[in-house]
């Protein structure tokens, strides 16, 4: 599903030359959760924004299903997939169910169409009842699921996520994860979890890459036996 080969990135600052990523080989396959874990500035996000075509590698080379990932296949290769980030990147002056159907209005997909889909992702993340109100009366977690059901709406092959629960507390975080686990278990969809919270990682990821300092260091097949979301009342019974 993606391939990366030999992948290596500079960042040129203070007339300094820095090498973000190196030499940055990954395999990953159909309907994983594959997992990025390595702590802040050790390359994460750059490596999923040459994933996603916002910013080109200095070497190396991208397939995505098949294609090359160039400046002139991009487009249609992108369009395959959503993303979803740490601060939900939603628009404020837009309703939830607008937010929802907006990639549609950018394909030229009908009204009645995208917002007849809009209701129906919305449906799917547990929001059939927020579709009028404004982004900013919502909670984090609602936030967040607003994202999910915008992300989804396209049904992309892949979907990549920056950090998606960084922002989220506990108990919040374990639902958004429930989430995304239902979404690659109904629709088999290829998910690419970036994150520097190892349990989080741990709990979701079939496949584990450890960035550090722009090299991946070990890529780990990690067995999940039970997905298990925490309680609060479990953690409770559990306080001494
Ligand atoms: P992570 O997502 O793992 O926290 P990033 O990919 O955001 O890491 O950043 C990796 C390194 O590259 C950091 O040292 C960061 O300061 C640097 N960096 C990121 N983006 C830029 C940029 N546009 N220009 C210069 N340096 C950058
Ligand atoms: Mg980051």
Known sequence: MIELNGITKYFITNKEKVLVLDDINLMIEKKDIFGLVGPTGSGKSTLLRILTGFMSPDSGSIVIQDKQLTPTTKYAIVRETSMIFQHFNLLSNLTVLENVALPLKLR???????????????????????????????????????????AIITQPQIIFCDEPTSALDEKTTFEILSLLKKINEEFHTTIILVSHDISVIKSMCNKIAILENGRIENIITNKISEFKPISYLEAFNHAE
């Not at 059939?128 to 900013?136: D, G, K, L, P, Y």
């Open 108 to 150: 030229k997909v009908s009204k009645l169409e995208r917002l007849q889909k809009a209701k129906e992702v919305l449906g799917f993340v547990g929001l059939e009842n927020f579709s009028n109100e404004f982004i900013r009366t919502l909670s984090g977690g609602q936030k967040q699921r607003v994202a999910i059901a915008r």
